[in-house]
């Protein structure tokens, strides 16, 4: 439930950021722009809905402990409590480091929309249209049994062999560039520097990778050799042995 929790973790920080300043400020003087209740409303339907998600598998495929969570606890060993306790901390820094986009929307209070406003909400529009699209096609392949143990390479999933953290990233591309808009809006492009590095190189997709290998085998090897890892793109040619 942890990944659960940090994700709707986002839709609290953005609206507390949101009406911070009526609790510094006088409430009865305090009028939020369009421009942060806006990127409250876009990051509250990307939180929610995505840990709605992530609640749903876990409750369908991880009643007890996540495998990825799991997985690390063995290779730790003794001191895993202490190492896990202090892994789960660290990702709540890493929270507040993300969510810098929304409080800089914020601290800006722009009181008109303009293009950097615009280009983040099509990149935005675009990562969460996909993101949704990717896991919808993941979901209905899954729920077929006799999908088990297969690799699923419809849709989307045809392209990437991780559509669904390729469009989060775009998410996060949509948040900074909306942030741009205002003095200081470039240190929002932390965000998706920083969740594009957690995605390709820490949290995800080598995790997933290893497990779906353990898994799926020679299959997934083979979808590995011809599909994308991240960013979508057409089928590489296998050459006959």
């Given at each position: 439930?942890?990944?659960?929790?940090?994700?709707?973790?986002?839709?609290?920080?953005?609206?507390?950021?949101?009406i911070l300043?009526?609790?510094?400020?006088?409430?009865?003087?305090?009028r939020?722009?369009l421009?942060?209740?806006?990127?409250?409303v876009m990051?509250?339907?990307?939180?929610?809905?995505?840990?709605?998600?992530l609640?749903?598998?876990?409750?369908?495929?991880?009643?007890?402990?996540?495998?990825?969570y799991?997985?690390?606890?063995?290779?730790?060993?003794?001191?895993?409590?202490?190492?896990?306790?202090?892994?789960?901390q660290?990702r709540?820094?890493?929270?507040?480091?993300l969510?810098?986009?929304?409080?800089?929307?914020?601290?800006?209070?722009?009181?008109?929309?303009?293009?950097?406003?615009?280009?983040?909400?099509a990149?935005?529009?675009?990562?969460?249209?996909?993101e949704?699209?990717?896991?919808?096609?993941?979901t209905?392949?899954?729920s077929?049994?006799?999908?088990?143990?297969?690799?699923?390479?419809?849709?989307?999933?045809?392209?990437?062999?991780h559509?669904?953290?390729?469009?989060?990233?775009?998410?996060w591309?949509?948040?900074a560039l909306?942030?741009?808009?205002?003095?200081?809006?470039?240190?929002?492009?932390?965000?998706?520097?920083?969740?594009?590095?957690?995605?390709v190189?820490?949290?995800?997709?080598?995790?997933?990778?290893?497990?779906s290998v353990?898994?799926?085998?020679?299959?997934?090897?083979e979808?590995?050799?011809?599909?994308?890892?991240?960013?979508?793109?057409?089928?590489?040619?296998?050459?006959?042995?």
């Amino acid at each position: 439930m942890v990944d659960v929790v940090w994700s709707g973790g986002f839709a609290v920080l953005a609206l507390l950021y949101l009406i911070l300043p009526a609790v510094l400020v006088a409430p009865s003087r305090f009028r939020p722009e369009l421009a942060p209740r806006l990127i409250t409303v876009m990051v509250f339907v990307w939180s929610i809905r995505l840990a709605l998600h992530l609640g749903a598998r876990v409750a369908a495929h991880h009643p007890d402990e996540d495998v990825r969570y799991a997985r690390l606890r063995n290779e730790w060993g003794e001191g895993a409590n202490r190492r896990m306790f202090g892994f789960f901390q660290l990702r709540g820094v890493w929270q507040v480091v993300l969510s810098l986009p929304f409080a800089l929307v914020v601290l800006n209070q722009q009181t008109e929309l303009g293009p950097w406003h615009m280009a983040g909400i099509a990149v935005w529009i675009a990562g969460i249209l996909g993101e949704s699209t990717a896991d919808l096609q993941l979901t209905a392949f899954r729920s077929k049994p006799r999908n088990r143990g297969r690799v699923c390479q419809t849709g989307l999933w045809s392209y990437s062999r991780h559509p669904n953290y390729f469009f989060e990233w775009l998410i996060w591309i949509g948040y900074a560039l909306f942030a741009l808009s205002g003095p200081w809006g470039w240190l929002g492009l932390i965000a998706p520097i920083l969740m594009g590095h957690f995605l390709v190189n820490v949290t995800g997709i080598p995790i997933a990778e290893k497990l779906s290998v353990r898994s799926k085998g020679d299959a997934y090897r083979e979808y590995q050799r011809t599909t994308s890892a991240f960013i979508p793109w057409l089928k590489k040619r296998t050459v006959p042995q």
